[in-house]
């Protein structure tokens, strides 16, 4: 199974910007649709973005045309670039990486997902 590590959350004013890295400890990112998921206090889980593994990509309306997902499979990583923050960003994020049954896809659904990461704190807070 793959091991999944993120980073790069942190504290930022309104306006800002900040970049997520989700790595594989173990195993080979590329060989997995992965999905990134956001839970605010009091609030389900969420899904935000995802990417395939021919680079398909996925966002949600909320964060559309603010955030960018992207794969560097030299560095066995993937990452989310998030612009514009607003507070109702603060969240946990999490990565999360699934095999798709048929094809190739990614969901925004976190049941389809197998393989979590821990987590990184973002709060956008002035």
């Not at 206090?41 to 997902?69: D, H, L, Q």
């Given at each position: 199974?793959?091991?999944?590590?993120?980073?790069?959350?942190?504290?930022?004013?309104?306006?800002?910007?900040?970049?997520?890295?989700?790595?594989?400890?173990?195993?080979?990112?590329?060989?997995?649709?992965?999905?990134?998921?956001?839970?605010?206090?009091?609030?389900?889980?969420?899904?935000?973005?995802?990417?395939?593994?021919?680079?398909?990509?996925?966002?949600?309306?909320?964060v559309?045309?603010?955030?960018?997902?992207?794969?560097?499979?030299?560095?066995?990583?993937?990452?989310?670039?998030?612009?514009?923050?607003?507070?109702?960003?603060?969240?946990?994020?999490?990565?999360?990486?699934m095999t798709?049954?048929?094809?190739?896809?990614?969901?925004?659904?976190?049941?389809?997902y197998?393989?979590?990461?821990?987590?990184?704190?973002?709060?956008?807070?002035?």
């Amino acid at each position: 199974q793959v091991q999944l590590v993120e980073s790069g959350g942190g504290l930022v004013q309104p306006g800002g910007s900040l970049r997520l890295s989700c790595a594989a400890s173990r195993g080979t990112l590329g060989s997995y649709s992965i999905g990134w998921f956001r839970q605010a206090p009091g609030k389900e889980r969420a899904g935000v973005s995802c990417v395939s593994r021919s680079g398909n990509t996925y966002y949600s309306s909320s964060v559309k045309g603010r955030f960018t997902i992207s794969r560097d499979y030299a560095k066995n990583t993937v990452y989310l670039q998030m612009n514009s923050l607003k507070p109702e960003d603060t969240a946990v994020y999490y990565c999360a990486a699934m095999t798709p049954t048929i094809g190739d896809y990614c969901s925004r659904f976190g049941y389809e997902y197998d393989n979590w990461g821990q987590g990184t704190q973002v709060t956008v807070s002035s």
